[in-house]
């Protein structure tokens, strides 16, 4: 399973754009990327999937250069209920292919 | 979307007692579960895959004998911490993926709290 590198901690003002990039050097070919979000004692939850270029949805933007080696959550116009930490996860996307999640990005939005 | 349960949502037990939690998948069948393990202010660590009608795989370091998983439905998972101690403490989280290869998002519970006195 691809490891995944990520900043361990981000600060942001509310109404700002929100880019987490993560280093995934060893993606194997047939692994998505996927991006989860989690709240204190809560099980995280799906933000958004990509394979390359870029997959937009109503929440975020994920961003994959042509190597795959890297990708981007963009979070547009956070709030403050946006605090919360990102999980970027690399593996096939299979039904018994777990999700071994890295340590996050702990992401405090401040008014 | 998809919806994974988890029951109890919080639990309180006396050390070297065994506490059973429940992950059903609501709306999906799932031949495949998955166990995970969080601590305060760290990240969920795989504990193990559970497989319907089969043994579970536990990832290196997890106790078998310890955390007891059973699949005996394609909708639910059980994972039984016996003779919990202090060090048991967590927040259990389990999770399962509808359908096979290329369905995408792994649903994931609400997580059972576990506290040993």
């Known amino acids: 399973l691809a490891k995944t590198t990520q900043p361990i901690s981000m600060d942001s003002y509310e109404g700002q754009e929100v880019n987490i990039t993560c280093s995934h050097n060893n993606i194997a070919t047939n692994d998505y990327i996927t991006w989860y979000q989690q709240f204190p004692s809560q099980g995280p939850r799906f933000i958004i999937q990509?394979?390359?270029t870029k997959v937009t949805n109503e929440v975020a933007s994920l961003f994959i250069p042509a190597d795959r080696k890297s990708s981007t959550l963009s979070l547009p116009r956070v709030s403050l209920s946006d605090t919360a930490v990102y999980y970027c996860l690399v593996a096939l996307n299979s039904g018994n292919t777990p999700l071994v999640f890295g340590k996050g990005t702990r992401l405090s939005v401040i008014a | 979307g998809a919806v994974v349960s988890q029951h109890p949502s919080w639990v309180i037990c006396k050390s070297g007692t065994s506490v059973k939690i429940e992950c059903r998948s609501l709306?999906?069948?799932?031949?495949?579960m998955f166990w995970y393990r969080q601590f305060p202010k760290q990240s969920l660590m795989l504990m193990a895959t559970?497989?319907?009608?089969?043994?579970?795989?536990?990832e290196q370091g997890v106790e078998k004998d310890k955390f007891l998983i059973n699949h005996a439905s394609l909708t639910l998972s059980t994972l039984t911490v016996t003779s919990a101690h202090p060090e048991d403490s967590s927040f259990y989280i389990c999770s399962a993926r509808p359908g096979g290869v290329g369905t995408g998002e792994l649903f994931f519970g609400e997580g059972s709290r576990l506290t040993v006195l």
């Open positions: 559970s497989n319907e009608g089969s043994k579970a795989t536990y």
């Open positions: 709306d999906f069948q799932a031949t495949t």
């Open positions: 990509g394979y390359k």
